[in-house]
């Protein structure tokens, strides 16, 4: 019998061969984390590539009128936790809030985001 192997990403079971985990890793992961993790991060990797070979890599402007109804904003775990602790701060305003160094960490979040 073969032992169970576990997703490099998440910890859990994989089922079958399991998948590539790169670029997240360099090792197997889950059916789950492929398509939550890994085929995003493939995607974010390759539009980033384009970017890059046509303006440089520059920042550019996103028309959100362009976006379409099925598109996706990716944003990081660790952005996404701290988006969270935010939310959490702010809906207790009782706690002091640093808006300068917030607003720039969201400037930055939001330069590291990407809609698919």
């Known amino acids: 019998m073969k032992p169970v192997q576990a997703c490099?990403?998440?910890?859990?079971?994989?089922?079958?061969?399991?998948?590539d985990a790169w670029p997240?890793?360099?090792?197997?992961?889950?059916?789950?984390?492929n398509a939550e993790?890994?085929?995003?991060?493939?995607?974010?990797?390759?539009?980033d590539a384009k970017r890059?070979?046509?303006n440089?890599?520059?920042?550019?402007?996103i028309d959100l009128?362009?976006?379409?109804d099925d598109s996706f904003l990716a944003i990081n775990a660790t952005?996404?936790?701290?988006?969270?602790?935010?939310?959490?701060?702010?809906?207790h305003e009782s706690r002091p809030l640093d808006r300068q160094a917030a607003a720039k960490r969201l400037?930055?979040?939001l330069e590291n985001s990407e809609f698919f």
């Open 8 to 19: 490099s990403i998440c910890g859990g079971a994989i089922v079958g061969f399991g998948n």
């Open 56 to 61: 440089g890599g520059g920042l550019q402007m």
């Open 37 to 47: 993790r890994v085929i995003p991060t493939l995607r974010f990797r390759e539009r």
């Open 79 to 91: 952005d996404l936790r701290w988006l969270y602790d935010l939310w959490v701060q702010l809906a």
């Open 24 to 33: 997240v890793n360099d090792d197997r992961c889950c059916d789950q984390c």
């Open 107 to 109: 400037a930055d979040v």
């Open 52 to 54: 890059e070979g046509s």
């Open 65 to 68: 009128n362009d976006i379409e």
